[in-house]
Structure formats: C-alpha cells, structure tokens
C-alpha cells in the first residue's frame, strides 16, 4: 500500500467517524424497540442440548403468545448456575426448574414465587445392564440398596431430577451415599445410559415424566440396559416467576401466565405439543407439600454437604 501523507488523513476519517456515529445513534432505538416489545422474558436450566432446549422452548412461547396475547422470550443459559443467575440479577422474569433451582432461588430472591407446579409425574429410574439383572440369583430382587458397593453415575450436581432427588430416595430407604464405592456427575442427562453401557458404570439414575419408564435409554442400547429400580410418581419441576408488588401491569402479565399453564391439557393441538415435550400431564398451584416441605427436605438434606449439592467422589 502506498505511503498516504499526513495531511490527508482527516479527509479519510471524517466519512468514516460520521458512518460510525450514525451506527452509535441508530443502535440504542433498535435495542429500545426490541426491548419494549418483549412481556416476559424466560430461561430454564440446559439440561438437554441446546437445539433440543430451543424447539421445546419454541413451542411454549408460542403457546403462551397466543393464551395470553403477551410475547414471551426465551433466554438460553450456558449452564445451571447461569440460568440461576440470570434470574438473581433479574434478566429474566421466569424459569422452569428443578428441586434445587426452585430451592436456591426462593431462598436467595424475597421477591420469587412458585407460580405453578407440575401435576405429579416424575419418577426417579435407576438402569443398570440387563445381563446383571439375568444374574441375579433366584429370588434375588433388585432394590434401591444395589447401589451398595457399586459405580453409580447422577446428573448435574445441580440437577433435582438426577441428583437430589435420587439422593432422597436413598435417605428414604435409609442408605446413606457412603455405600457407593464410587459416584460421579455427567451434565447432560441423555449421557448416563452409554456410561452404564459401555462397563464406566454400574448404575445411574435418570428422570421419567410418564409411563414410559425407559425413556431416556436410546433404541441402541435397549438389548443392553434394563431398569433396575423405580421410585413412585411425586413433583421435581415448577416455574418461579419475579413478583414486583409496585409494578401492576408485571403482576397482570403473570397472572396471566398462570392461567395459561393451568390450562394446558392434551384436548388441544397446542396442549399436547407442549406437555408431551416436557412428558408432564400438567401444572397445577403450588401445594403446602410442593415445594415448602421438599426444600424443607433439600435444607436437611444439603447441611450433610456443606450446603453444596455434590456427590461424594466429584
């Protein structure tokens, strides 16, 4: 490139500081505008891949769009802790979350609510191999109390539906973790069935949202894997909305979400295509059980720990 002479310059920059400054200027009405047409914004832990978190999340903004006439973004979450985040420093409105989610941010934020609560459903499922469950000796049945002397795999240690919940069911069946020999956390859910499948583990425990109680194990692999073990149908998930007693047009715009889910049944198109993505049969107000009595259970529960969810051996 040729040698541009000094003087020359500000007949250079000037065109483009004037393109810059009209960028600047322009900008901030765009965001404005986006900003002002947005009700409620939404997030949820990504448990799941994030293309599978997105079309499920699609369907149910789109659902509540037109319940309710309000537009409802989704905001995507790196991970737990992020999703957690986003609604303490108030980025988002709601979020869809587990046990511990729902436990974390009633404590953390006065202005939190359980807005709905899934109608009971889920299940923890403990898969293990099929030829162990062949071996078994005669009149041997498996149980909870397997996982005794065994390799055992959660979800995140964030996860209710991986994690705490199955560490419930063992305080339950009176077995304390220490009977593991060994535990870990795999982050994402759909990860666990291979790990017992390929011999890195012996059992792991993934959630049911329905009958189906090999849900979460791939056609590959089901001549490999049996369920070991099923607990019975409670609650694990629930939507917290941010309440702002002052602000009454918020509080109308969660009203309205409320009913929205409570409406939501499979006798419409759009009722099915929303619960069979999440595999509940529906939501439900919150009860005196659902969740004060389970974060009550979490509080005991996570004292043991320190008061940080974690597997003995992560």
Sequence with gaps: ???????????????LLLLTSCTQETSPDVSALEATSIDLRITEPPWEPQAQMSRRMEHL???????????????????????YSLMERGQADLILVGVYGGYRLLKALPDARPLVVQKPSYRVVM???????????????PSLASVKGRRVGFGSRFSGSTFLQPMLALEEEGLDP????????????????????NGQLDFVFVPSFNDQQDHFVPESLRDQLAVVWIGTPRRNDYVIALYRPEDSQRQEHLRLVQQAFLNLDRSSLDGRVVLNARGFPGYELPTPEFPQMTNQRLES?????????ICEDS
Aim: net charge positive; hydrophobic share 40%; glycine share 8%.
């Design 1 to 15: 490139m040729a040698w541009i002479g000094l003087w020359r310059w500000p007949l250079i920059l000037a065109p």
């Design 178 to 197: 220490s009977v593991m020999a060994y535990c870990s956390h795999e982050p994402l859910q759909r990860h666990l069935p291979i790990q017992v499948a």
């Design 61 to 83: 903004t789109t659902y509540l769009k037109a319940s309710t006439g309000l537009t409802v973004k989704y905001i995507p979450a790196i991970n737990y802790d992020h999703s």
């Design 301 to 309: 529960l996570l004292a043991m720990y320190g008061g940080r969810p």
């Design 127 to 141: 898969l293990g191999r099929r030829r162990w469950m062949e071996n078994l000796d005669s009149g041997e049945e």
